[in-house]
Nanobody, 117 residues
Framework: VQLVESGGGSVQAGGSLKLSCAASGYIFIFRECRVGWHRQAPGKERVLISS???????FYEDSVKGRFTISLDDAKNTLYLEMNSLNTEDAAVYFC??????????WGQGTQVTVSS
C-alpha cells in the first residue's frame, strides 16, 4: 500500500492550499479504513488534524475547524485536505494516514507546507 501526498508548497498568510493523497495497492482503503491528515511542525510532535471514515464522524482538530475541509474521491482513490486562511502556525510537514483495523497503519512520505507572514 502506498500513500503519496502532493500539493504542498509556500503561501502567504491568509492564503489557501489543497493537499492530495493518492492511494495505491488497496482499492477500498477509503471505504474500509479511517483516513486523514497529520502534521508535524519543527520540534513538535506529529498531530492528527483531520480524519474521516465510515466508523465515526469527521474529525477536525480545534485549531483547523472552520478553515480546513477533508474530503475524498472514491473513484480516484484520493484523499484531499483543503486549507484556507492559512497562518504561520499551520506551517508543517503534512502526512496522509490510514488506519485499517486496530493495528495496521499506513503513512505517506509527507509534504511541506510553508506559510510566510
Amino acid at each position: 500500500v502506498q500513500l503519496v501526498e502532493s500539493g504542498g508548497g509556500s503561501v502567504q498568510a491568509g492564503g489557501s492550499l489543497k493537499l492530495s493523497c493518492a492511494a495505491s495497492g488497496y482499492i477500498f482503503i477509503f471505504r474500509e479504513c479511517r483516513v486523514g491528515w497529520h502534521r508535524q511542525a519543527p520540534g513538535k510532535e506529529r498531530v492528527l488534524i483531520s480524519s474521516i471514515g465510515s466508523d465515526g464522524p469527521t474529525f477536525y482538530e480545534d485549531s483547523v475547524k472552520g478553515r480546513f475541509t477533508i474530503s475524498l474521491d472514491d473513484a480516484k482513490n484520493t484523499l484531499y485536505l483543503e486549507m484556507n486562511s492559512l497562518n504561520t502556525e499551520d506551517a508543517a510537514v503534512y502526512f496522509c494516514w490510514a488506519q485499517c483495523g486496530r493495528t495496521i497503519e499506513y503513512w505517506g512520505q509527507g509534504t511541506q507546507v510553508t506559510v510566510s507572514s
